[in-house]
């Protein structure tokens, strides 16, 4: 369906919107860019282009964390993970873009509720230990979560600081990885026919709100409690989940 002008331009700034209050969060809280959009985007678009957009600003974004932190990057935590992500998100790509994109609209709502749900009650009692069977199951969970929703940190996150020397080597080598998966996964998709011209000028709206907000969040950095605006995402997240797994199953608009 073809929009007129006007709903274009009013898109573009939703997007741009979303993105700057997504990137925000980020660089305040050290994550939730993929899952905070994932939660809103598919509110006012379809969940194929929600995918696509969210895929190229997290990557965006991730390299140009990575770049900025590249001296506490623990390169040889990621060979397995990653190996393990790149064979299941193959032909878990390849499933989506197979399928109806509406199939997945209400698991994506279910998903993003179980997600905020678990870092409210579980995040902080779980540990896992560096070994290679640990290894391939993050990779693997993480390859799931994001092909399908474009969530696929969570997982990754709870092992990396597990097995990482320091904090700042897990912020470091976390946007490596987030850098690894959402680019390889831009690839896939695009391979798979999952991009389209239509999509070209949503990117650099999505971009420049990104931009916006890890400037203004790296200036506000030490002025807010991260933990408190955290517990704030997951109550959106959880209920944005609700909305779109209802909406989608009761058959009005999201």
């Given amino acids: 369906e073809r929009l007129g002008i006007f709903d274009m331009v009013w898109m573009l700034l939703f997007l741009a919107i979303c993105c700057f209050i997504s990137a925000l969060v980020q660089r305040l809280s050290g994550f939730g860019l993929a899952t905070l959009l994932m939660a809103l985007l598919p509110i006012f678009m379809n969940f194929t ?19 900025q932190q590249r001296r506490y990057i623990q390169w040889k935590k990621l060979a397995i993970p990653v190996a393990a992500y790149v064979v299941v998100g193959f032909f ?19 998903f993003l509720f179980a997600l905020a749900l678990y870092f409210i009650l579980l995040s902080k009692r779980i540990h896992i230990k560096g070994s290679v069977p640990s290894g391939l199951l993050v990779g693997a969970i993480s390859g799931v979560g ?48 999952m991009f389209y011209i239509g999509i070209l000028p949503m990117v650099p709206a999505a971009v420049i709100g990104m931009a916006l907000g890890f400037l203004v969040g790296g200036r506000i950095f030490h002025k807010l409690d991260g933990e408190k605006l ?9 209920a944005s989940g609700l909305w779109i797994f209802f909406g989608d199953l009761l058959g009005f608009a999201v």
Avoid: E, H
Avoid at 49 to 67: P, R, Y
Avoid at 92 to 110: I, M, P, Q, S, Y
């Fill in 92 to 110: 878990v790509t390849r499933l989506v873009a197979a399928n109806a994109a509406a199939d997945f609209k209400r698991w994506l709502g279910l």
């Fill in 49 to 67: 282009d929600a995918l696509v957009i969210t895929g190229v600003v997290g990557c965006v974004g991730s390299v140009a964390l990575a770049i």
């Fill in 146 to 193: 994001n092909n399908l929703f474009n969530v696929g940190g969570p997982p990754m996150a709870v092992y990396l600081l597990n097995v990482c020397d320091s904090n700042l080597a897990y912020l470091a080598t976390m946007q490596v990885f987030l850098a690894i998966i959402s680019g390889y996964t831009n690839i896939v998709r695009a391979a798979s026919g």
């Fill in 230 to 238: 955290k517990t704030v995402v997951y109550v959106v997240v959880a």
